[in-house]
């Protein structure tokens, strides 16, 4: 059973490709949970504070990422996706 603190450093989202860029970041991927209809919500190990620091640098255009740990993301979520795991 996770405590308060664990609780409070998972951050969620249903979006995929802003998943991607959190994963990319350095977040590592918990789990997936099983949503309503036909999609998941993925579980990171990350503060909401962090995730939404990271998101906003995306959106500013100010996120320095490398390609490479971007297209791994997508690929990594999209594996996990496809297996259900």
């Known amino acids: 059973m996770l405590d308060v603190n664990e609780k409070l450093s998972q951050w969620k989202s249903k979006d995929f490709y802003l998943s991607c860029v959190v994963r990319a970041s350095g977040a590592s991927l918990i789990s997936l949970e099983h949503g309503n209809k036909d999609f998941e919500i993925f579980v990171f190990d990350i503060s ?31 594996t996990r996706l496809k297996s259900r795991v």
């Not at 504070?49 to 791994?72: C, G, M, Q, V, Y």
Request: net charge negative; glycine share 0%.
């Open 48 to 78: 909401t504070e962090k995730a939404e620091e990271i998101i906003s640098l995306h959106w500013s255009r100010n996120l320095k990422i490398p390609t490479r740990d971007l297209i791994e993301a997508i690929n990594e979520l999209r």
